[in-house]
């Protein structure tokens, strides 16, 4: 018998978090209920599908015993409950705890006696305690700390990446109390191969995520900036960030590009935003963080109108294809994406747009050659390997003079002096 055996966890949300700490957990032996209101998602994890497109875990799925269901009765038979609802914000940026509260309303009434409570889902600090337990407390009757344990553990995952997946992340965690802390720490040490380090309090734990993000979402954000600037001052940004990788300390490379996308980065940073404006301080570099970052998709329209210009085109009723609509290579997820943006400044500007994703095929062109077909520009907004294998000749031979390219992911120099209007972003 494994070594975990005999304990049962439930997952309440089942998507590009939940399902892959689920199968996880299944595999080192725990009883795994999933719990998702999405009854289609439900159904095809009934039937052992993936609901989203990722090979590895498709390939897992087809062995998968995880008991799915939309019925949130089952959580009375589980140890452990963790909670991987999405973290939106609405249109006005205003973070979304729609998910998270619909969740924890839904779970209170079955909460059980020694249960462990875990929120996975990205919050700004004050989140578990203040939202989560008092929901918990208010519909089962249970007090937090004594009847049954809670602890934040936020999730890092980084779908589509081969080397860094849910089994090897290290892991920080936040405990109400010391038994939840002890409790998680335990759990997540019999799951994964990773440290998993305990913080101090619920709050610290929730504050590393949303530092995290707001990390990488300023640094994208000051690179962006130079990119837009460098366009104007004929220095290639790619060259400089590699030559500025060659310090071997305090540097850190990031990259320029058509917008920043997923369900992370352009969102959790306006959880701390908003926590602190709510507690007396403006984030000013955050924000402008989060302005420059948004203004990428219309940036990168811009390159092409001056590109198609270069050729006597106009973009009012020019042809243009859009490649790419997930936010980021090799996976379908679209969330945030800016591909979007560009869509649509492209249909505001007067522009007829196409587009095509091999990963998202309900959603666009049926084939690439479909979606080139009559376009005078291109414009790169996912760096999938299928679109950085194309060549100019591929482009001239389909009549597209301007290529735009997004994600900086194509010979520039090939494409410059095969006669097209090649523009990167800051290249
Ligand atoms: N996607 C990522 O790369 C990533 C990485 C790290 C952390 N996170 C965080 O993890 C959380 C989940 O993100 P995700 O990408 O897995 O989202 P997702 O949209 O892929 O999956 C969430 C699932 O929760 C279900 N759901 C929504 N409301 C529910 C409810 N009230 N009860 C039960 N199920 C419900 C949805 O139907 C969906 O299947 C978010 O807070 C996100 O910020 C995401």
Known sequence: MRQNDQKTLAVVGLGYVGLPLALLAERKGYRVIGIDIDKKKVEMIQNKQCPFVDSDLAKDMAETRIEATSDFLKVKDADIIVICVPTPVYENHMPNLEPVEGACIEIAPFLQKKQLVILESTVNPGITENVVMPILEKGSGLKAGKDFMLAHCPERINPGDKKW?????????????????????????????????????????????????SFRDINIAFVNELAMSFSKLGIDIIDVIEGASTKPFAFMTHYPGCGVGGHCIPVDPYYLIEYARTNGFQHDFLSLARKINNQMPCFTVDQAIASLNTKGVNIAGAKVAVLGLAYKPEIGDQRESPAFEIVKILKEKGANVSVYDPFVPDQSAASLDEAIEGSQAVIIATAHKAFKKLTPDYFLNHKVSAVIDGRNCLPKEKFIRAGLAYRGIGR
């Open 165 to 213: 997946t849910v089994k090897n992340i290290p892991r920080v965690v936040g405990g109400l109390d010391k038994k939840s802390l002890k409790r998680a720490v335990d759990f997540y040490r019999s799951i994964i191969s990773a440290e998993v380090k305990p913080m101090n309090s619920l709050k610290e734990a929730e504050a590393v995520k949303v530092v995290e993000n």
